[in-house]
């Protein structure tokens, strides 16, 4: 059979007129060494290197914090925030080499690059109750997550020890640090606040105990505005709890707030001063990069207000009487003003001449002292000159209630001349004895003189001037004299009445009848009474004789020949 009769689709072609046809003939061309084909795949690998250097470059920074527990913490869950704004995630959790802490791995946002410095500070928030507040209670839903506070300065970072306690204040909050230094931390604690004029305007950050262990230096943040109250003069003062004194000034007790009471708290104020001619101090301005200004903590208000000099000197009292309640650290009174403290008591015996003697160290501040005038004397030219005048030490309570003694320094003109002595290389100033002493030798003084008094002798004067006394009165002469005194005294009344009787109206009639005189003899004398009238008038007529009288005598002085002559010839 033929391939047409087996195959229907095959054509049979019938041999006819046309013409024939060629067949198409395939052209063989030289491939090249590149095929477009490939442009797909390299142009996949550009766009997937493409795509990983773009994932690379938008990827944040890694970086590992340290902290003592993972409590709360998820690896892709915990989130990193700053300002409550996620900036961060958990991406990793491991323990450390020693198995004594966690290391927690977290990516950040590639912006928070440049804030990852040594400054950086990281801490886990929690729920957290303390006696300064309560923080961290919107964790209770959405679960524990790790805070971050930038740092802009110092050397860049990837490897950080996060806190275990979250920071009082952040880098973004506007104010200062400061720092205390004070012999001892007292009740202070961090988060106690820092109060202006009870006002609170900051909180203790932190502390810590100096290198040689001699003090404790405490940090503190002042926000802002208020930070600008704090000059070079400003004093800052311990102000926890209760403070409670029992000095020779008698028993102080000083509070401040409730929080104060409880977690302590430091106070501070700029003192007046009574120089008016010193300019006012300006605020401490921070300085970046520098450690904060440093001040010093006060133990009371007292001791912060209380002006001190840097000139000191120190002198030595010997008092032989008991210096009971007399403490270091008690005042020195110079007329009533705080001028120094004492520094030591001691208790010496001497042999020479067995007695004790108590040697009283004192400091006091000469610059306390203004010095009037433009004479200058030196100190131990002042001194000298101020004992000669009188000037001594003495022991006076300060306080009935306490007992406690303070040494007094005034000037006694009425005591004893003493020159200023040295002992130990310090000089010496007299003494008086305490005012209870010096009364208990008068005393002693006085009871001496009665015991040389004769008493027995003076008893037995006494008792014969009594017997004698006895005698006198019981004797029969004075009572004979007792009863003729009686008949006497009854012979004046007697007497005294018949003058009564007798004298008496006939005196009365003798004042009746002189006043009636001197009535008449005042009508008489009277100006408009007829006597005076007529004395009056001659009066005058022997004034105008004396007057005649008088030219006379005057004629007859310049013309003595008319006594002779007659006045007419005396004239010529």
């Known amino acids: ?191 106690a606040p820092v109060a202006y004029r009870q006002i609170q305007v900051g909180q203790v950050v932190g502390y810590a105990l100096d290198a040689d262990g001699q003090a404790v230096s405490i940090e503190i943040f002042v926000s802002s505005p208020h930070d600008r109250l704090v000059s070079a003069n400003t004093r800052f003062w311990n102000a926890s709890g209760i403070d409670f004194s029992l000095s020779a000034a008698g028993i102080s007790v000083d509070t401040q707030s409730l929080l104060s009471v409880l977690i302590g708290g ?9 120089d008016a001619a010193r300019p006012a101090e300006p605020p401490v301005a921070a300085v970046t990069g520098s450690e904060p200004p440093l001040f010093h903590l006060y133990s009371s208000r007292e001791a912060a207000y209380a002006k001190t000099y840097s000139r000191k000197e120190r002198y030595l009292l010997f008092f032989s009487g008991s210096v009971r309640g007399l403490s270091i650290g008690a005042p020195v009174m110079l007329k009533g003003i705080d001028i120094g403290r004492v520094l030591d008591i001691q208790l010496q015996f001497n042999v020479a001449d067995d007695q004790f003697q108590i040697p009283v160290l004192i400091e006091v501040e000469p610059d306390r002292i203004a010095i009037q005038g433009d004479e200058r004397l030196e100190e131990t030219q002042m001194v000298n000159r101020l004992v000669d005048s009188g000037l001594r030490g003495q022991l006076k309570s300060g306080s009935l209630l306490t007992g406690q003694l303070y040494v007094d320094l005034d000037v006694y003109p009425e005591a004893k001349t ?52 006895n005698a006198l009165v019981n004797a029969p002469e004075l009572k004979q004299s007792i009863v003729e005194l009686e008949g006497t005294l009854a012979a004046v009344r007697a007497t005294a009445g018949q003058l009564n009787d007798r004298v008496a109206p006939e005196l009365v009639e003798t004042l009746r009848q002189t006043t009636v005189a001197f009535r008449s003899m005042d009508q008489t004398i009277a100006a408009s009474s007829p006597t005076m009238i007529e004395m009056e008038r001659m009066f005058r007529e022997i004034s105008a004789a004396s007057r005649s009288l008088r030219l006379l005598t005057d004629y007859l002085e310049r013309h003595p020949e008319a006594l002779l002559q007659g006045k007419g010839r005396a004239g010529r």
Request: net charge negative.
């Open 1 to 191: 059979m033929s391939e047409t009769a087996n195959n229907p689709s095959v054509v049979s072609r019938q041999p006819s007129d046309d013409p024939v046809e060629p067949l198409p003939q395939a052209v063989v061309r030289a491939r090249g060494d590149f095929s477009l084909v490939w442009l797909i795949p390299l142009v996949a690998v550009v766009i997937g290197g493409w795509l990983a250097v773009k994932t690379f470059a938008e990827r944040g920074p890694v970086i590992n914090i340290e902290f003592k527990t993972a409590s709360g913490l998820a690896a892709g869950q915990t989130k990193v925030k700053f300002k409550d704004v996620d900036v961060g995630q958990v991406t990793a959790i491991n323990v450390s080499a020693d198995l004594k802490t966690v290391i927690v791995t977290a990516e950040l946002k590639p912006g928070f690059a440049e804030f990852l410095t040594e400054n950086t500070r990281f801490w886990v928030e929690r729920p957290r109750v303390t006696l300064s507040g309560v923080s961290g209670l919107d964790t209770l839903l959405s679960g524990a997550f790790i805070a971050l506070d930038p740092g802009t300065e110092g050397q860049a970072r990837r490897d950080f020890k996060g806190l275990e306690e979250p920071p009082l204040f952040t880098t973004a909050e506007p104010g200062q640090r400061f720092i205390l230094r004070s012999p001892t931390l007292g009740s202070l604690n961090i988060g």
């Open 418 to 469: 003493e020159k200023v002595a040295h002992y130990g290389g310090y000089q010496v100033i007299p003494t008086l004895p305490a005012q209870l002493e010096a009364l208990t030798t008068k005393l002693t003084n006085i009871l001496d003189k009665l015991e040389t008094i004769p008493l027995d002798q003076i008893g037995r004067d006494l008792a014969e001037t009594a017997a004698g006394a």
């Open 266 to 274: 430091v106070s501070f104020d700029t003192p007046e001063t009574i």
